[in-house]
C-alpha cells in the first residue's frame, strides 16, 4: 500500500519538475532477443519545455558578439547607429570566435572598411570548418561553414557585403595583437522576441530566415535583413 501511494505522489510532482527534466531521455526499451537493435529516437520534449527554448533562442538573436585575436597590422575601428550612421576604417586579420544568436564557431577572418553613413565599403574574406562550428551555425551556414579544409587558400571565401541589417547598432575595435570585440544589437529581433510570445504568425516581423548567393563564388549565406523564426522553422529556407 506504500509503495502504491508513494509512485502516486512522485507521479504527481514530476509534472512540476519540467522544466528541470524537459531535455532527459527517456530510458532506453531493451532490444528483443534476436531482434536487430534500431536507433535510439530522438529524445522528447514537453511542449512546455520547447516554447521556452524557442523563446530563449529568439533572445539570443538579438545578439551578436564577436571576440578577437588580431595579428600585428591589424587595426581597424567602426561606430555604427543603424546604417545612416556609422564610422569606420581599418583592417582586421586573425582569428575569431562569434556568437550570433544560438550560433557559434571559430573561424579564421581578414576584413578591409572604410566609410561613413551610406558610402560604406567593406571586403571580408572568412574561412572555417564544420568542426569549428555548432549544429546550427552549419545548418543555417553562418561563418561560411561548408569550406572544407580551414587551410586551404583557395577556400577563402569573398563577402563584399559586411552583411550587418541596415538598423542594427554596434561597434567593433581591433588592435594589434590585442583581444578585439564586435558587438552589435539588432532590434528588429528584439521587436520579434516581444512578439514571439504570442505565436501567431501574422504578428511576425518579415521577412523570416532566408539565404542568399555570396558574391563572388556563390556561397549561400543568410540574408541580412531576414530574422529567425524559433519554434516555426517551417517558414525558414535554409537552402
Not at 90 to 102: C, I
Request: glycine share 8%.
Amino acid at each position: 500500500m506504500r509503495k502504491w501511494l508513494l509512485a502516486v505522489l512522485v507521479a504527481g510532482f514530476l509534472p512540476t519538475c519540467g522544466l528541470i527534466v524537459c531535455a532527459a531521455d527517456a530510458p532506453p526499451t531493451p532490444p528483443k532477443p534476436g531482434a536487430e537493435e534500431a536507433p535510439p529516437p530522438p529524445p522528447a520534449r514537453d511542449p512546455l519545455c520547447r516554447y521556452l527554448i524557442a523563446r530563449g533562442n529568439d533572445f539570443l538573436d538579438i545578439f551578436n558578439l564577436k571576440l578577437s585575436l588580431s595579428d600585428d597590422l591589424s587595426f581597424l575601428v567602426n561606430v555604427r547607429a543603424t546604417r545612416l550612421v556609422q564610422l569606420g576604417f581599418g583592417r582586421f586579420s586573425g582569428t575569431k570566435v562569434g556568437f550570433e544568436g544560438p550560433s557559434a564557431g571559430i573561424y579564421g577572418e581578414g576584413r578591409t572598411e572604410v566609410g561613413f553613413s551610406i558610402f560604406y565599403w567593406a571586403w571580408i574574406g572568412r574561412k572555417t570548418s564544420p568542426a569549428g562550428i555548432t549544429e546550427d551555425a552549419q545548418k543555417t551556414n553562418r561563418f561560411f561553414g561548408r569550406v572544407d579544409d580551414i587551410m586551404a587558400a583557395p577556400t577563402y571565401r569573398e563577402f563584399y557585403d559586411a552583411n550587418r541589417p541596415w538598423h542594427t547598432v554596434g561597434a567593433t575595435i581591433a588592435l594589434p595583437f590585442l583581444p578585439g570585440i564586435e558587438a552589435e544589437i539588432n532590434p528588429a529581433e528584439a521587436v520579434d522576441f516581444f512578439l514571439s510570445f504570442f505565436n501567431i504568425r501574422g504578428l511576425r516581423i518579415p521577412p523570416p530566415f532566408y539565404k542568399v548567393d555570396a558574391a563572388p563564388k556563390g556561397e549561400r549565406i543568410p540574408a541580412p535583413d531576414s530574422i529567425r523564426w524559433h519554434g516555426q522553422e517551417e517558414f525558414e529556407r535554409y537552402e
